[in-house]
């Protein structure tokens, strides 16, 4: 059985040197809490540099996320505030490994509750060669988290269940899907989250953000690509990256 700390230490240098790492295999012996302990390991290695916490983020919230990595249950990562990207703002790719986008919805959480909703893309980058990883070796990357853009906050609208989602690069549509493919309703995030992230003693202060999930499969982003979310009644995220 590797060391939790050993692991947290690799999954960060991976990171911070932009190389992908080999999966731990079997004789890590990784399971989900010991996963969710290196998490909290990985993301102190963070704010030991100076990051500060600013939310949370939900994974595999998807029906077709979920099938894939063969579970029935979402998985969540800690969010910081290094990892805001100013929306119209760009990335560099050379600070990534291999990353890719998806649109998302972001609540702000006050007094335990949803006050505002917006538009998001979440950048993922996973730390792991081509993205293959376990559920728990995704679990312990901080469920690939590593950038995200938040649209314009506003005032929750009657019903967010079934709102069109768009993930547009260069103009071109990429991606088509519905609100109803995070969690069937995305507004289901916060009890998830609170219920998931309150079982490792982590809660979503007043003013945290809280990416619910992806609407539509991720798109890798390339050099010089205009990746533009737009949210029905929501509005639009949008990022640039650059090499
Ligand atoms: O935010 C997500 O749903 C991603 C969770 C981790 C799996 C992946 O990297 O695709
Ligand atoms: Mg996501």
């Known amino acids: 059985m590797t060391d939790l700390a050993t692991i947290a230490e ?5 990171a911070t040197s932009r190389t992908a790492t080999p999966q731990f295999g079997s004789d ?3 399971d989900v809490p010991t996963a969710y302990r290196i ?22 919230t998807s029906r077709a996320k979920m099938a894939q990595m063969g579970v029935d249950e979402v998985i969540w990562g800690r969010l910081t505030d290094a990892m805001h ?18 649109p998302e919805v972001a609540f702000l959480v006050e007094g335990g509750a949803i006050a505002a909703v917006a538009p998001a893309i979440e950048v993922i980058d996973s730390r792991y060669i081509d993205f293959r990883f376990t559920l728990p070796e995704v679990i312990a990357d901080n469920t690939s988290a590593s950038g ?19 993930l547009e690069v260069d103009g071109r549509t990429v991606q088509i899907g519905s609100t109803a493919a995070i ?19 982590v809660e979503l202060t007043d003013g945290s953000v809280l990416l619910a999930g992806a609407a539509t499969a991720a798109v890798p982003l390339r050099p010089g690509a205009h990746v533009r979310v737009v949210v029905e009644s929501l509005g639009t995220a949008s990022l640039k990256a650059i090499p």
């Open 10 to 14: 690799q999954l960060d240098r991976a």
């Open 28 to 30: 890590a012996g990784l």
């Open 39 to 60: 998490q909290e390991a990985v993301v102190a290695h963070r704010l030991a540099r100076g990051e500060r916490p600013v939310g949370l983020k939900l994974g595999l």
């Open 85 to 102: 990207i100013p929306d119209g703002g760009t990335i560099s790719l050379a600070d990534h490994i291999h990353p890719k986008a998806e």
């Open 148 to 166: 995200f853009v938040i649209g314009a906050w506003q005032p929750v609208p009657a019903g967010i269940d079934n709102l069109g989602v768009l």
């Open 183 to 201: 969690l069937g309703d995305p507004r289901r995030a916060l009890a998830e989250a609170v219920r998931l992230a309150g079982a490792g003693g």
